[in-house]
C-alpha cells in the first residue's frame, strides 16, 4: 500500500522551544488516523507541519513519495491546493455562494469544466446526504451541515489526504455523529485518507488508528483493528488515563 505521508526524525522548534521532536510516522493510503494529546503536545503543529502550512525545523517529510525539502514554494502551494483538502473547525464557507458554489469553488478556481463538476458533485453530495440543500447559502443552513459542507469541499478535488482540524468542535452531540459516521463512509467508499486532529475519545473512535502525542513525540498507537467501536472507545479512554490525560 502506498505511503501518503512519511517523516523521518520530525522536529519544529519555535526559537528555543522544541514543539515537536523526532516524528517518525507513516500514514497510508486510505487510512483514518486521528492524532490525540493534551495541549500543547503539538498536535496542531504537527498537522500543520504535513499540511506545508508551517515548516519544519529538522528530519525529512515525504508526500506520496516527493521530499519536501526538494520542493519549491510553488510547487509546495500546488500540491498543497491539488492533493490536500482540509475541514476546520469554523467551516470556512463563503456566506455570498450557495452550498454547491462553495463545494465546487476548488474546482472554479482550477478551471474544470462544467460536466466534470458536476459529475464530481453528485456522488459526493449523496454520500453527504446534503443533496437537499446545495442551492441553500451558509445562512440558512445547520452547523452539522456547514460542516458536511466543508467535507465535500475537501474531498471534491480527489486529494490524497484530507487534514481535519477538530471538526466536530463546533457541532451538538447529535451533528458531530453524524459527521463522523459520514466521514467512515467517504473513507470506505471513496477511499479518502483522513487525519484528523481531536481532543475527543468518542471521535476517534470513529477512527481505525489512533496516534497519541506528548511534549511533542509520539508515545502511543493503538489500532481498531477488528475492534467494535464501543471497545475501541474504551481502549482510548483507558491509554488516555494511562498517559495522564484526560479523558473525554
Not at 525529512?60 to 476546520?88: A, H, T
Not at 463538476?117 to 446534503?130: D, F, G, T, W
Not at 480527489?158 to 487534514?163: E, G, M, Q, R
Request: glycine share 8%; net charge positive.
Amino acid at each position: 500500500m502506498q505511503n501518503v505521508i512519511q517523516t523521518k526524525n520530525l522536529s519544529k522548534n519555535y526559537g528555543t522551544t522544541t514543539v515537536l521532536k523526532n516524528i517518525d510516522l507513516t500514514i497510508q493510503a486510505g487510512e483514518f488516523t486521528a492524532i490525540m494529546g493534551p495541549s500543547g503536545s503539538g498536535k496542531s503543529t504537527l498537522m500543520n507541519v504535513l499540511s506545508t502550512i508551517d515548516r519544519f525545523s529538522g528530519g525529512e517529510v515525504w508526500l506520496e513519495g516527493k521530499s519536501l525539502l526538494d520542493l519549491k514554494k510553488k510547487s509546495l502551494r500546488q500540491f498543497r491546493q491539488e492533493r490536500m483538502g482540509f475541514i476546520f473547525q469554523d467551516y470556512n464557507l463563503l456566506d455570498t455562494l450557495t452550498v454547491k458554489e462553495n463545494i465546487l469553488l476548488p474546482l472554479s478556481l482550477r478551471k474544470f469544466g462544467t460536466e466534470e463538476m458536476e459529475s464530481r458533485l453528485k456522488p459526493i453530495v449523496q454520500a453527504l446526504n446534503i443533496e437537499a440543500i446545495v442551492d441553500k447559502y451558509p445562512s440558512e443552513i445547520s452547523g452539522g451541515q456547514k460542516q458536511r459542507t466543508a467535507s465535500a469541499r475537501a474531498i471534491i478535488t480527489k486529494p490524497a489526504i484530507v487534514f481535519a482540524d477538530e471538526p466536530t468542535g463546533a457541532l451538538d452531540s447529535r451533528s458531530a455523529t453524524q459527521l463522523l459516521e459520514q466521514l467512515v463512509g467517504l473513507n470506505e467508499t471513496f477511499g479518502t485518507t483522513i487525519m484528523m486532529v481531536t481532543h475527543d475519545s468518542y471521535a476517534a473512535s470513529y477512527c481505525k488508528r489512533v496516534i497519541f502525542l506528548r511534549d511533542g513525540g509520539i508515545v502511543n498507537e493503538i489500532y481498531a483493528g477488528a475492534q467494535v467501536q464501543k471497545t475501541f472507545y474504551d481502549r482510548i479512554l483507558e491509554t488516555q488515563s494511562l498517559m495522564g490525560g484526560k479523558p473525554r
